[in-house]
Structures are given as C-alpha cells and as structure tokens.
C-alpha cells in the first residue's frame, strides 16, 4: 500500500504579489493569510485521506518562496486541526541544531499530536542562512564534494543523529564525539547541589554518583511513539544517502525522475538494509517526490507549469542543481536543454504526473507496477498555486485516483 505526503512548501503569494509587496516574507498581512490557508488545506487533506503533510526548514526567505523557519511549530499548529493527519518535516537542518534540544522538542510535539509526527532530516544546501545560523557548530551549507566543510557536515549530521537516537531510547545518555560530549566535560560536572535532596532519591539511577558529580543525562520526555517517531530522509538523491538510509531504517524521499536511476538508488537502499540483516522487498521503506497536475489539454498543461512550478523548478531548484533530478540516462549538457518547455522535461523525466485523469491514472500505474512505494511524495506549491485550485486538484486526485491504487490514509488511532 502507498501512502501520500503532501509536501507543502508555505509560500505567501504569487510571483504578482512578491513583486508587489517585497520583500513579502515579512508583510503580516501576507503570512497571517497564508498560515490561514495551511489551516483550510490541512483540514481537507485530513478529510481526503491523505496521509502526511510535511513542510522544510528554511530561514531568512524575504522573497517569500518556502517560508518554513519553524517547521515544528507549524507541525503542531496545524495538527490541532486535524484528526488522523500525520504532519512532519523535509526536514530538519540537522548539523545547525543543538541534538539534545532538538530531541527535546520533538519529543515533547510527540506527546501534543499524540504520535502524528514524522521527522525528516537533511545536511543542508543553503549557505544563506545556514552558515549564519551554522556558526555556533562551525558549519557550512556544502555539496557532496568531499571538501572540508563537506566532512565537516556529515560529522556533524551524524553525530547529531546518533545523540538524537539515543537521546529518545537511553535512560541515561552519554556521549564522547569529535564536536560533542555528554556530560560536558567527559570527566563529569562536580558538585550538584541536589544530589541527596532531589537527584538521588527521585532522578534516573546513575545521572549523579555518591559524590556529586553528574556522570550522565536523562533527556525528558521520552516520545510519545515508540522507541521515536518515524525517520525521513530529506531529498535522497546520492547512492551514499540511499545506503545510510537502508542501513539506519530511515525512509529516503527520492528526488529523481527517470526510473533507471530510482532503480538504483532503491537497490543502493535494500543493500544497506541488508549489511543490517534487514531483508527488505522492492519499493518498501522508500518514497518517491513528483509533482501532480490535472489539465485537459497539454497548452493548459504548460500553463500551470509555467505559472506554479517554473518559479520554484527554474527560480530556486535549477540555481542549486536540482534539475539533475530530471537527467536523463546518459544525457550530457545542461538541464533543461535550451528551448526546453520545463513541462516536457518535468514530463519525459517522470518528475511531473500530468495531464487528464486518465493520463494521470496512467503514468501512476506505470510507476507503482515498476516499483511498489511506501511513499509517494506530492511536491505541491501551496501559496503558487491558488485556494481555490489547489484544493480541487486535491479533492480530484483523492476521489478519482486514491481509491484506484489503495492509496491509503493514516489511522484514526496512530499507535504509541
């Protein structure tokens, strides 16, 4: 069975009301509106049976594209208006946060959404924001190109993931890294006032020894789910990234078109599963992004194209070198072509389900007998694309597509 996430990426107008309000990312009036419709569209996928929403973390956005600083918050702001709704993030910048709080956080989310939370994770792409935010850790946005800051990042990301892990399922952590200890110095922190008072009696046996010195943490609460909410990766797109995930029994969310090369992504996945004994069917624990369009004719096609994804494909994703996700196979030279209408590529690549509902209804059948997902990931530019819209194409893909392919919605009751 395949589930659907809603990848949402809370944009506060159209590229008329960018320009006419810039910078957008900070007119009131405009963010107000826009968490307003996050509540209206949460609600109908609720009522829809999709289901996840997710939302990224990005910072200092003026333009007004993806103004997601908080994901969290918006996790458990919108959570209150929805019933079986899973909502998490695509995600979590994890080398520019403090691992001890952020576990902290998400657990305490947990306990509010009563398990409807997912946590997604990513290194980061953004030097903007994340070598300003970064500093205090001494981290850089970077590409996987091995240099320096690049190591730097994935020492970082991985510590951080593996102090989060253990602060959800250890009694007591401790912990001695390259960039982190715990406690803080490693010999132990000396004199705890209330060792015989509080700590002793009534703390976590072993926190505080005979003498006073602190020799682990307890991190509070533990999840709401158990052992912790389920793990995302954020935009999959190297066989390095899909071997982790396999071998941590994290979900990599795909981003890449052609089938070839999610075939050997998906394969680089089920190899690191098995290097940890996990023997895992084709598809299972993967999910896939596409972005989905309903139009009669192919020039309406190309309009909602150029007006809904253009801005982000060409404004945002192709400056930072996420069209490779729609290369081809053994295609050299830029992507797109000169000349290419970015539908066609969008198209040709897989990354785009387009067209009428019969279209739509095959090119999803095409992709879910080559590779049965746990997850398709909806990219969809709520704030780009208009109310009104945006929730008939909704309604439309659930009542006339879910039901055809067992696209299926979260429990009523998610499970601690």
């Known amino acids: 069975m395949t589930d659907v996430i809603l990848q949402v990426y809370p944009t506060v107008g159209d590229t008329d009301a960018m320009a006419r309000l810039r910078p957008i990312g900070r007119d009131v009036a405009a963010y107000t509106q826009m968490l307003e419709g996050l509540v209206e569209l949460v ?36 959570g209150q208006f929805t019933r079986r709704l899973m909502h998490g993030q695509l995600g979590l910048v994890l080398p520019t946060h403090d691992p001890i709080r952020l576990a902290e956080e998400i657990a305490i989310v947990d306990h509010m959404l009563k398990g ?25 946005s ?41 406690p803080y110095p490693r010999s132990g922190i000396p004199d705890w006032p209330p060792t015989r008072t509080t700590t002793l009696p009534y703390g976590a046996p072993g926190e505080v020894d005979e003498d006073g010195t602190v020799r682990a943490v307890s991190v509070c609460p533990k999840p709401y789910t158990s052992p912790h909410p389920q793990l995302f990766q954020a935009f999959g797109a190297s066989p ?14 795909i981003l890449a078109g052609p089938l070839e090369t999610v075939d050997l992504l998906a394969r680089m996945y089920q190899e690191g599963a ?4 996990r023997d895992v069917p084709w598809g299972q624990g993967i999910g896939l992004c596409r972005t989905i369009h309903f139009a009669d004719s192919k020039a309406e096609l190309y309009a909602a194209v150029d007006r809904y994804e253009r801005p982000v494909w060409h ?8 069209m490779e996700g729609a290369r081809l196979p053994g295609e ?15 198209l040709d690549s897989g990354l785009l389900l387009g067209g009428t509902v019969d279209d739509v209804k095959r090119q999803l059948e ?22 009104d819209e945006g929730l008939r194409t909704l309604e439309l893909f659930a009542t006339e597509i879910m039901p055809e392919f067992g696209l299926t919605a979260a429990s009523l009751e998610p499970t601690a």
Request: with cysteine.
């Open 43 to 78: 609600q109908a996928a609720d009522e829809l049976g999709y289901w996840g929403i997710t939302h990224v973390e990005h910072h200092l956005h003026s333009e007004g594209l993806e103004l997601s600083p908080a994901p969290l918050m918006l996790n458990l702001y919108l």
């Open 240 to 253: 390095g990234t899909l071997r982790w995930c396999g071998e941590e029994d994290v979900t990599p969310t």
């Open 332 to 346: 050299e030279g830029p992507v797109p072509k000169p000349g290419e209408h970015l539908a066609d590529r969008l």
């Open 116 to 140: 409807r939370l997912f946590v997604g994770m990513a290194r980061g792409y953004q030097a903007r924001w994340q070598n300003i935010i970064g500093q205090t850790f001494q981290v850089q």
């Open 274 to 277: 098995a290097s940890r004994g």
């Open 142 to 182: 970077t590409a996987s190109d091995q240099s320096e800051a690049d190591q730097r990042n994935r020492v970082l990301f991985n510590e951080h993931y593996a102090i989060m892990k253990q602060a959800w399922t250890d009694e007591l952590l401790t912990y001695d890294g390259p960039t982190y200890q715990v």
């Open 315 to 322: 404004g945002w994703y192709e400056q930072f070198g996420f």
């Open 366 to 387: 095409r992709l879910l007998e080559h590779i049965p997902l746990d997850y398709l990931v909806w990219l969809f530019h709520w704030g780009l694309i208009p109310r």
